[in-house]
């Protein structure tokens, strides 16, 4: 499940689209592990965005704080992040096969 909390930052239903989109590919691997939420927040200060991303699944919990420009360039490196981590978690539960 992914929550957004657009906070000061005016998106579009269209932006909104494109986030989702790319949470997508973790999106999945995280529902293979179970138990998987993710809650990201914006927050304009300045003229820079500042993204946030908490959660947890059935291995553990992370969170991730990124800054950017724009919240593309935010949400890229929170993606990245993201990813990163579910898919170690994905890893860490496989136990080898003994042939």
Do not use: C, Y
């Not at 420009?69 to 935010?74: I, L």
């Amino acid at each position: 499940m992914i929550t957004i909390d657009a906070g000061n930052v005016l998106l579009k239903p269209t932006q909104k689209k494109q986030m989702l989109a790319r949470l997508k590919r973790a999106l999945r691997l995280g529902d293979r592990i179970g138990n998987f939420m993710i809650k990201i927040s914006l927050r304009r200060t300045g003229k820079h965005v500042e993204v946030t991303a908490t959660g947890q699944d059935r291995l553990g919990q992370f969170a991730f704080r990124n800054r950017g420009k724009t919240w593309m360039d935010a949400l890229h490196a929170i993606v990245r992040d993201v990813f990163r981590t579910v898919h170690s978690h994905a890893i860490g539960r496989v136990t080898p096969a003994i042939a």
